[in-house]
């Protein structure tokens, strides 16, 4: 039985080979003309004043590039309404984005640090991305590389007609630097975990999916910085970072103050609550310094620093 | 078995051949071909002195007029009709030719045309998440590009664009000013008279404008019989141009021009088919829908249910004169203002609902009962008083509206769709309010 199905094995096998000799010996002599594909190697354009800004200020120092002229297929869901960048609100977001994070990182950690951890790709929305539920999308991120930033015409700071510093400042804030901040906390722990203490602080009061139904101040008598901190343990420390850098150091100390008396719904009294988010604000120090080398108040002070001249 | 797979592998290699022609139908390869292609539609678009006339059709609605220059370096200079600023100020972005599933034409940075795509709903007034449903990728058809007119199809929304080559005079009119002149007629909603009319070539008409959707309505009386007449609108270099023209016997009219407007008299003139004309106001129909009152009592009655209304009462120029909108029952909000009739067989009601957050439903709290109504020969209705219902506040919104759907003159119904009126006061039609 296992000789004969050896033979046959052996036989297709010698056919096999006689087959792809015969298929191999039609040699290809040449493959067309393939330097004439349109669209190969990238959509090409005049360059003009933003292409130069970009190429100047992000990708000859950092090889960061940045796509602002529309093309659908960099967004995830193509059934959105989007719509892309005016022109006069590039360079005003991207150049906010280079101060407030580029720079205090570079400062901070050298060029080597920065450019072998930063995300390399930015595309620009100009408007928001809505979703069916009533959330608005501000940004996503995908692998490390590429970073997805809407709502760019809304974008307002100091100097530019319209701008409301009452609206505007924790706009820019919250929207495009926290989210650059948050993504790049991400690549930061996806290559070198942050320490394991950090997820016995609040373990037990994880929301997961739930997260969407807390408002920040209910998350923060639990021991959370947002709401959207809740939602895991990544996310939780993503979260520190990027309102400890945005907020600086008298802002987090206020979000701490500002728990209220009493003990929340799940049990967590005002000290545990204050207490939890002073631990993760020490491991995230700590885990800057000793993994990154980077001292963290300082980094703080830069990043706030800067932004207090954008608004 | 063993034997019969072998035959089938060497049959499969006498199939194979070495001859490697490449003969196709074409002398070209598809990706010449369509470098070619791309290169021509931009050269067309480019070589054209005065630049393109265009007119978006929306997959939302409406018809907007556009003014495109476009240059070698990726960059247009376009106009727009959609507001004063855009069709008086010149923008400048970026475009490109780009083979996607077919040769696509891609408006690439914010412009003048992405007001209409724009998802944020104080941009255009269309629904947030979607504006007006319209679009600035387009795919381009080879038979629809013909050297005076290129017909583009939008790639999400599928709306059209028709760029028609400008001739100077008609660029002139962009840069000198006259087309953002033609935008004078918005000011036809200023005028606080329900019913407006223009006489052209001595055939008076009844103009009905709806400015979100872009429709201009116009009604005449052959006799006495009523002829209406529908079609969209966009402000070009002709002016205000139908998309269809009217033809009234030996009358054509294609559109209207020659704005003017005196703010402080509320006096818009233009010309059309030749004529010169004012917009004047009455306050009737010019042909009075007779049915239409009782069509719009009985509707409720048959159907179920009740007209609704969000905004209550407009009243010389002012939306919810009434401020309907601003009332509270305890915590609860205003919802609607209903009118439901035959309620009982003495009277209907007409009140306001509020919404009770936490139960989720919604609650009559008090309100007004009229009698039957009244339905004159001549198309009007009047609302007799009959009674109310709880505890009106008085003075207050709702003891407002009552008053004046109590008014003794009494209501037009106009029907402005299948299942919308407006109801127009027969006293100035000065005041009116919108049933759905």
Redesign the interface.
């Known amino acids: 039985m296992t000789m004969i199905l050896l033979?046959?094995i052996s036989?297709?096998f010698f056919?096999?080979l006689?087959?792809t000799a015969?298929?191999t010996?039609?040699k290809?002599?040449e493959i067309?003309?393939v330097d004439?594909?349109?669209?190969l190697g990238g959509?090409t354009?005049?360059p003009?004043p933003i292409d130069k800004w970009i190429m100047d200020s992000l990708t000859i120092p950092y090889n960061i590039s940045a796509k602002?002229?529309?093309?659908?297929f960099e967004f995830g869901n193509i059934t959105?309404?989007?719509?892309?960048?005016?022109?006069a609100?590039v360079v005003p977001l991207l150049s906010t984005i280079k101060k407030a994070w580029t720079l205090p990182y570079v400062q901070e950690a050298g060029e080597v640090f920065y450019n072998k951890y930063s995300p390399k790709f930015f595309v620009l929305s100009?408007?928001?991305?809505?979703n069916a539920e009533g959330s608005v999308t501000l940004g996503t991120a995908e692998g490390g590389r590429k970073v997805i930033l809407y709502g760019t015409?809304?974008f307002k700071i100091k100097g530019m007609a319209g701008y409301n510093p009452a609206e505007d400042s924790s706009f820019v804030k919250d929207w495009f630097l926290h989210t650059i901040h948050h993504e790049f906390g991400h690549i930061l722990h996806q290559t070198v975990l942050y320490p394991v203490e950090y997820k016995n602080i609040t373990k037990s009061l994880y929301q997961g999916g739930n997260w969407i139904n807390w408002s920040d101040e209910d998350a923060r008598r639990d021991g959370f910085v947002t709401a959207y901190s809740s939602l895991n343990f990544d996310e939780d420390f993503v979260e520190m970072i990027a309102m400890m850098l945005t907020e600086g150091k008298a802002g987090f100390d206020k979000i701490v103050n500002s728990i209220p008396e009493g003990t929340s719904p799940r049990g967590v009294t005002k000290a545990q609550a204050q207490a939890s988010l002073r631990q993760k604000e020490a491991i995230v120090v700590a885990y800057y310094k000793n993994t990154w080398k980077i001292d963290f108040y300082s980094l703080q002070k830069r990043v706030r620093g800067s932004m207090n001249k954008l608004f | 078995m063993k034997n019969s797979i072998l035959y089938v592998l060497f049959l499969t290699a006498a199939f194979f051949s070495c001859e490697n022609s490449d003969d196709t139908v074409f002398e070209e390869t598809a990706d010449v071909r369509l470098n070619a292609a791309l290169a021509s539609y931009e050269k067309q678009l480019v070589e054209a002195p005065s630049g393109w006339n265009a007119v978006i059709y929306p997959a939302g609605g409406g018809s907007y007029g556009f003014h495109f220059k476009f240059n070698n370096q990726n960059r247009v200079v376009m106009y727009s009709d959609f507001a004063d600023a855009s069709a008086a100020t010149a923008k400048e972005s970026s475009y490109r030719l780009k083979a996607l599933q077919t040769p696509s034409l891609i408006f690439d940075t914010y412009s003048y045309l992405h007001v209409l795509s724009d998802p944020e709903s104080d941009v255009n007034g269309g629904d947030l998440g979607e504006g007006l449903k319209s679009d600035f990728e387009f795919s381009i058809f080879p038979d629809s590009v013909k050297t005076d007119v290129i017909t583009l199809v939008g790639r999400k929304n599928k709306s059209r664009l028709v760029l028609t080559r400008a001739n100077e005079a008609q660029a002139t009119a962009y840069t000198n000013g006259s087309v953002a002149k033609s935008l004078l007629f918005n000011n036809i909603a200023k005028y606080q008279t329900y019913f407006k009319r223009i006489t052209l070539g001595g055939v008076t008409y009844e103009i009905t404008v709806n400015q979100q959707d872009r429709v201009i309505k116009l009604t005449w009386l052959s006799g006495t019989t009523g002829n209406t007449f529908t079609t969209e609108y966009y402000f070009g270099p002709a002016g205000l141009t139908f998309v269809k023209p009217l033809v009234n016997g030996s009358q054509t009219i294609t559109g209207f021009t020659n704005f003017t407007w005196n703010a402080n008299t509320v006096q818009l003139g233009f010309s059309g088919a030749g004529a010169n004309t004012v917009v004047t106001t009455a306050i009737k129909p010019l042909a009075v829908d007779l049915a239409a009152s009782r069509r719009w009592w009985q509707k409720p009655v048959d159907s179920g249910g009740e007209w609704r209304s969000e905004f209550g009462f407009h009243v010389n120029g002012v939306d919810d004169a009434f401020k309907v909108k601003d009332l509270v029952s305890g915590k609860d909000e205003f919802a609607f203002y209903i009118y439901q009739p035959a309620v009982d067989p003495d009277y209907d009601v007409f009140a306001p609902v509020f919404y009770i957050e936490e139960e989720e439903k919604l609650d009559l709290v008090y309100g007004h009962a009229p009698g039957r109504p009244t339905f004159v020969a001549d198309g009007r209705v009047i609302f007799p008083e009959w009674g109310s219902l709880g505890t009106v506040p008085k003075p207050g919104p709702a003891a407002s509206s009552a008053a004046l759907l109590f008014d003794p003159s009494g209501f037009y119904l106009i029907q402005t769709s299948e299942d919308t009126y407006d109801m127009v006061s027969a006293k100035d039609a000065k005041a009116w309010i919108t049933w759905e």
């Open positions: 033979r046959t036989k297709l056919a096999a006689i087959l015969t298929l010996s039609c290809e002599e067309g003309e004439d594909i349109s669209g959509d354009w005049v003009g602002y002229k529309w093309d659908q959105k309404t989007l719509v892309p960048p005016d022109e609100q100009g408007s928001n991305e809505y015409n809304l």
